[in-house]
Protein backbone atom coordinates (compact mmCIF):
# COMPACT_ATOMS: atom_id res chain seq x y z
CA UNK A 1 0.00 0.00 0.00
CA UNK A 2 2.88 2.40 0.84
CA UNK A 3 4.16 1.66 -2.53
CA UNK A 4 1.49 2.71 -4.50
CA UNK A 5 1.11 5.91 -2.30
CA UNK A 6 4.53 6.84 -3.04
CA UNK A 7 3.69 6.56 -7.05
CA UNK A 8 0.57 8.21 -6.61
CA UNK A 9 3.12 11.23 -4.83
CA UNK A 10 5.46 11.00 -7.31
CA UNK A 11 3.06 11.20 -10.13
CA UNK A 12 1.27 14.22 -8.89
CA UNK A 13 4.60 15.61 -8.56
CA UNK A 14 5.59 14.92 -12.13
CA UNK A 15 2.97 17.31 -13.70
CA UNK A 16 4.49 20.91 -11.64
CA UNK A 17 7.17 21.52 -13.64
CA UNK A 18 10.42 20.87 -12.58
CA UNK A 19 12.50 23.75 -12.82
CA UNK A 20 9.94 25.60 -10.03
CA UNK A 21 11.34 27.16 -7.12
CA UNK A 22 8.45 28.87 -5.28
CA UNK A 23 8.01 29.00 -1.43
CA UNK A 24 5.55 26.70 -0.21
CA UNK A 25 2.96 29.19 0.99
CA UNK A 26 2.79 30.29 -2.94
CA UNK A 27 2.76 26.83 -4.00
CA UNK A 28 -0.33 25.67 -1.38
CA UNK A 29 -2.43 28.59 -3.17
CA UNK A 30 -1.25 27.07 -6.66
CA UNK A 31 -2.26 23.66 -5.79
CA UNK A 32 -5.95 24.79 -4.32
CA UNK A 33 -6.79 27.10 -7.45
CA UNK A 34 -5.39 23.64 -9.45
CA UNK A 35 -7.54 21.56 -7.52
CA UNK A 36 -10.50 24.07 -7.29
CA UNK A 37 -10.24 24.26 -11.34
CA UNK A 38 -10.14 20.66 -12.20
CA UNK A 39 -13.02 19.98 -9.78
CA UNK A 40 -14.92 22.62 -11.53
CA UNK A 41 -17.76 22.18 -14.35
CA UNK A 42 -14.28 23.37 -16.38
CA UNK A 43 -12.53 20.83 -15.43
CA UNK A 44 -13.02 18.23 -18.04
CA UNK A 45 -11.66 21.12 -20.84
CA UNK A 46 -8.34 21.19 -19.89
CA UNK A 47 -6.30 18.48 -21.73
CA UNK A 48 -3.40 18.58 -19.21
CA UNK A 49 -2.82 19.30 -15.86
CA UNK A 50 0.65 20.36 -16.06
CA UNK A 51 1.13 23.47 -13.59
CA UNK A 52 3.74 26.38 -15.00
CA UNK A 53 4.58 26.92 -11.36
CA UNK A 54 6.64 30.29 -11.61
CA UNK A 55 4.29 32.19 -14.34
CA UNK A 56 1.71 32.64 -11.86
CA UNK A 57 1.17 36.10 -9.05
CA UNK A 58 0.41 33.81 -5.79
CA UNK A 59 3.48 36.21 -4.16
CA UNK A 60 0.96 38.83 -4.62
CA UNK A 61 -1.18 37.78 -1.70
CA UNK A 62 -1.23 39.36 1.69
CA UNK A 63 -3.26 37.73 4.52
CA UNK A 64 -6.65 40.33 4.73
CA UNK A 65 -6.70 41.35 1.13
CA UNK A 66 -8.68 39.56 -1.60
CA UNK A 67 -6.48 38.38 -4.41
CA UNK A 68 -7.25 37.49 -8.04
CA UNK A 69 -4.90 34.39 -8.97
CA UNK A 70 -3.43 33.78 -12.15
CA UNK A 71 -2.12 30.44 -12.55
CA UNK A 72 -1.33 28.23 -15.48
CA UNK A 73 -1.92 24.91 -16.79
CA UNK A 74 0.27 23.82 -20.23
CA UNK A 75 -2.23 21.94 -22.88
CA UNK A 76 -1.40 19.85 -26.15
CA UNK A 77 0.98 21.99 -28.63
CA UNK A 78 1.18 25.63 -27.93
CA UNK A 79 -1.76 25.72 -25.90
CA UNK A 80 -1.65 27.73 -22.35
CA UNK A 81 -5.17 27.36 -20.14
CA UNK A 82 -4.69 30.78 -17.72
CA UNK A 83 -6.84 29.69 -14.64
CA UNK A 84 -7.72 32.78 -12.76
CA UNK A 85 -9.05 31.80 -9.05
CA UNK A 86 -10.24 34.11 -5.87
CA UNK A 87 -8.58 34.02 -3.03
CA UNK A 88 -10.36 35.77 0.04
CA UNK A 89 -9.39 37.88 3.15
CA UNK A 90 -8.64 34.28 4.86
CA UNK A 91 -6.87 32.53 1.96
CA UNK A 92 -9.70 30.81 0.73
CA UNK A 93 -9.73 29.61 -3.23
CA UNK A 94 -12.51 29.13 -5.39
CA UNK A 95 -11.91 28.95 -9.17
CA UNK A 96 -13.29 31.84 -11.10
CA UNK A 97 -12.93 31.41 -14.76
CA UNK A 98 -10.27 30.27 -17.28
CA UNK A 99 -9.39 30.98 -21.32
CA UNK A 100 -7.08 29.24 -24.04
CA UNK A 101 -4.25 31.38 -24.88
CA UNK A 102 -0.22 30.70 -26.42
CA UNK A 103 1.53 32.54 -23.51
CA UNK A 104 0.73 32.71 -20.01
CA UNK A 105 -0.65 35.40 -18.03
CA UNK A 106 1.17 38.01 -16.79
CA UNK A 107 3.81 36.95 -19.11
CA UNK A 108 5.81 39.74 -20.92
CA UNK A 109 7.06 37.79 -23.91
Known sequence: MALAMTGVSQ?????VEESADVPQAERELVMQCHDAALASKDGDDFESTKLLMEQQNAGDYEQGEELLLH???????????????NVDEQ?????KEYQKA???AGSTR
Do not use: F, K, W
Open 11 to 15: MAQAE
Open 71 to 85: INLLGHGTTIYNISC
Open 91 to 95: GNVTY
Open 102 to 104: GTP
